[in-house]
């Protein structure tokens, strides 16, 4: 059981980082990515989606 949940989040983390990377700024970065996270595991989806949606945010920043 243990294995089947970090392969869920795993999962969940790969598809929340695709979908961050959709918008122009970090709130809707974050909110794409918390949309997606939810619809596939819930609350704990939407923080890793929001979470993935700021680090996608961070790494496209211009120097």
Not at 47 to 60: F, P
């Amino acid at each position: 059981m243990r294995i089947q949940t970090t392969l869920s989040l795993t999962l969940i983390a790969l598809a929340g980082a695709g979908l961050a990377g959709c918008g122009h700024n970090l709130q809707q970065r974050a909110a794409t990515g918390a949309i997606a996270g939810a619809v596939v595991a819930g609350p704990v989806g939407a923080v890793v989606g929001a979470g993935a949606g700021a680090v996608v945010n961070e790494v496209k920043k211009p120097d």
